[in-house]
């Protein structure tokens, strides 16, 4: 079966970092996602990890291990529009189309 | 381009009502997801049509029908639906890849159609 876990909820300082963890179980593995999503808006794509180790994109970072089934999405110098939920998605490989979200994790910036 | 476009932004409807949810996406995509959202809860994956044919359908009620009438439009027809099918109704779009390991499989999301259902 599949199951991704993640906290439910972060809060942390402007100008700090985070760390957003999340771990899989899953029958195969394709790739893992991680979206950001505003309070009542459509998730948007921030990265993609399908081999070990770190991707970085600006302020944001993600990282896989496979092995683990542990990957993890930092954010740095935050700001108060990162306010938002953070969604982990793996694509198990079944050959299709399928990917799988987890509960996210709703982070909030304050000042 | 990255962008898909959903309509309406927001419909409420009756229980005997029929209506449609539209989608477009104009980036040369060939696979089109629609997701179903509860407040505070993951999108939940619906349908999946690749090359226009159905490919994922899971196991959602009858009274929810897809259509894609061709590569850059997906439909969502609706009819009998009941109070909890309430939610946020995402489409989404990528590129395509059987293999699934390119950054072409990730998904681009419509604004979603807020639904309510009375």
């Known amino acids: 079966g599949q199951n991704i876990d993640q906290p439910t909820e972060m809060t942390a300082t402007e100008g700090a970092i985070v760390q957003i963890n999340c771990t899989y179980q899953?029958?195969?593995?394709?790739?893992l996602f991680w979206y950001q999503q505003h309070a009542g808006e459509a998730p948007t794509f921030l990265s993609y990890n399908v081999l070990d180790g770190l991707e970085e994109k600006g302020r944001f970072s993600s990282f896989l291990s496979r092995s683990k089934g542990y990957s993890y999405l930092l954010l740095k110098e935050l700001q108060m529009k990162d306010s938002a939920s953070y969604l982990c998605a793996v694509r198990p490989y079944t050959g299709g189309f399928k990917t799988i979200f987890g509960a996210g994790t709703r982070l909030f910036v304050k000042a | 381009d990255t962008e898909v476009t959903q309509t309406p932004k927001h419909l409420v409807m009756g229980m005997t009502n029929k209506k449609s949810l539209k989608c477009e996406q104009h980036?040369?995509?060939?696979?089109m997801y629609w997701y179903k959202q509860k407040a505070k809860k993951p999108p939940e994956l619906m349908f999946v049509y690749s090359y226009e044919k159905l490919s994922i359908n899971e196991s959602v009620p009858s009274r929810f029908s897809p259509e894609c009438p061709n590569s850059s439009l997906l439909n969502l027809h609706l009819h009998a639906l009941q109070p909890e099918d309430s939610a946020l109704y995402l489409c989404?779009?990528?590129?395509?890849?059987?293999?699934?390991?390119?950054?072409?499989?990730?998904?681009?999301f419509g604004p979603g159609t807020r639904l309510t259902v009375l």
């Open positions: 989404a779009s990528s590129q395509d890849s059987l293999l699934g390991q390119k950054l072409t499989d990730t998904q681009y």
């Open positions: 899953t029958s195969g593995f394709n790739g």
């Open positions: 980036m040369g995509h060939r696979a």
